[in-house]
């Protein structure tokens, strides 16, 4: 009877099947996802839901390495005319990390991911808008990001971080935001692309519709990279679920058979 109730009781209590509240209609009831995008109080575009890296983006000839989340997850820079402009010693860095499969990448090994990563990775992220800060939790890593909107100024001399320190502010309907203070090693994505701890990331967030964000990504960092480059992710709205855990320690077995190539 014990084994029962707690079975009965804890499926519910994840959330899963619950309907996504104020979710616009067509008139034959179905989710009308291309309706105007919501407002706060004060007017701008409300960025708050739940959000995934878009499925149907195509993966390069080689594939999408082991993970079904897209060619961004796996090259940040897939699409870009001329690829990303490297500096040399990080181009023979990409070329080692890509040999050994992303075997130390950091997430492989149960660390945070980088701002790119967190983005593209398989799973769910929350957006939370409130006045003064916005923050995005996350279900890998069961982890979040802040970003202030509250005026305050990017740290001169920050602790290191791995997804660094974010202000932003509204230009029309985008929110534009710059991050600083990365800690040096981080990854864009599996190939190894590197993030520098000089690197200044600008994104801008859009949200076009209801059911669709737009993310564009500037990244700033001359110990990596000869110029400055930008991509743009395509993301839909996740409806009548939510976020669930994933923990990589969690019973983790397979950090010791990581052998590369």
Not at 68 to 92: F, H, K, R, V
Request: hydrophobic share 35%.
């Amino acid at each position: 009877m014990a084994v029962l109730f707690a079975t009965s009781t804890a499926l519910p209590a994840q959330w899963l099947n619950y309907v996504t509240p104020g979710v616009p209609k067509k008139p034959d009831g179905s989710p009308n996802l291309g309706a105007p995008t919501p407002r706060t109080a004060d007017g701008k575009p409300d960025l708050s839901g739940m959000w995934e890296q878009e499925k149907d983006r195509p993966c390069p000839p080689e594939g999408c390495a082991d993970d079904p989340a897209g060619a961004q997850w796996s090259d940040i820079g897939w699409g870009l005319e001329g690829g990303l402009p490297y500096q040399p010693w990080a181009a023979a860095l990409v070329k080692a990390r890509t040999e050994q499969h992303g075997k130390d990448d950091p997430i492989t090994h149960c660390l945070p991911g980088s701002i790119t990563q967190m983005h593209t990775a398989p799973g769910f992220k929350k957006i939370i808008q409130a006045p003064g800060l916005i923050a995005i939790l996350h279900e890998r890593h069961v982890s979040y990001r802040q970003i202030f909107t509250d005026g305050r100024p990017l740290p001169v001399d920050p602790q290191p971080s791995w997804t660094g320190y974010s202000t932003g502010k509204w230009e029309g309907d985008t929110l534009v935001v710059q991050t600083t203070g990365f800690r040096d090693g981080l990854w864009l994505d599996r190939s190894g692309d590197p993030l520098t701890d000089a690197a200044k990331v600008t994104e801008r967030f859009r949200r076009v519709n209801y059911g669709r964000l737009e993310i564009q990504i500037t990244v700033d960092d001359p110990k990596a990279y000869t110029a400055p480059w930008t991509v743009k992710l395509n993301q839909p709205i996740v409806l009548n679920t939510e976020l669930l855990d994933y923990v990589c320690l969690e019973n983790e077995k397979d950090i010791t058979h990581m052998v590369g190539k």
